[in-house]
């Protein structure tokens, strides 16, 4: 048992904040919520993504040679895997039919995908026996990596929203738009985590905070977008 443990508690330090964000942006779809089914197919498929998107870094990484290069092409290939991951598994379902649902669905996959990423951090100080490291650990990528994911993400949903009940053709251009938009994002964000002096690594999270923000506010204008006409 006691092998375990370090285990659990990862698995418990991962999920449970995630879980716990979940249910805070559940809450703005609470007028017409999406089937529980769904949401834990999008939460799940963003678990998986995390086994994915791995190997695939690692494969990238042998061609590029600064860090710089290595986390801006892991930050794309992350941003289009979540996407990916949610075209697959949701958002063709019939139940994704308001524009908040795409932006739901994206944000449920980006924890998924920080639950699994979150627990993997975790094992290796829980393994070493470092609680305190584990502690701080968990604190910095609760406030901050777990929220870049949502943040990141709910972008490319944004862009979902805005192109709803638009043409279909050109749906395709604001899809590209918001991934290149979160990769964007994603990389600022990473690059600002190399470069910046560990004092001032709490003005990043900010960053990150104020984005989430924006979003909030534009989640509340896209539960009043309506159709203009038929698709």
């Known amino acids: ?9 990862a698995v418990a330090g991962g999920v449970f904040p995630a879980l716990a ?19 834990a ?10 086994g994915l998107v791995i190997p695939i870094q690692k494969y990238v990484a042998h061609f590029l040679f600064s860090t710089t290069a290595i986390f801006t092409a892991w930050s794309i290939i992350e941003e289009v895997m979540k996407y ?22 994206m944000i449920t996959v980006a924890l998924g995908f920080a639950a699994l990423e979150n627990t993997l951090f975790l094992l290796s100080p829980l393994a070493g026996g470092s609680p305190v ?7 910095l990528r609760f406030v901050g990596a777990t929220l870049l994911h949502v943040l990141s993400s709910a972008v ?19 899809v590209l738009g918001g991934v290149i938009l979160a990769a964007l994002l994603h990389s600022g964000f990473n690059f600002l985590i190399l470069n910046a ?7 990043t999270f900010a960053i990150v905070w104020g984005g989430v923000i924006a979003v909030l506010a534009g989640v509340e204008f896209v539960k009043r977008i309506k159709p203009r006409f038929r698709k």
């Open 1 to 9: 048992m006691s092998d375990l443990a370090p285990v659990l508690a």
């Open 21 to 39: 964000w979940l249910w805070f942006w559940r809450r703005e779809d609470r007028a017409h919520p999406e089937p529980k089914k769904l949401i």
């Open 41 to 50: 197919l999008a939460f799940l498929a963003g678990m998986v993504t995390v």
């Open 84 to 105: 990916i991951a949610a075209r697959i598994t949701v958002l063709w379902r019939r139940e994704d039919d308001e524009p908040i649902d795409p932006v739901i669905y």
């Open 133 to 139: 490291e584990t502690i701080m650990t968990g604190n």
């Open 156 to 174: 490319v949903g944004m862009a979902l929203a805005f192109s709803f009940y638009k043409p279909h053709r050109i749906h395709g251009w604001y």
């Open 197 to 203: 002096p560990e004092e001032h690594l709490l003005r």
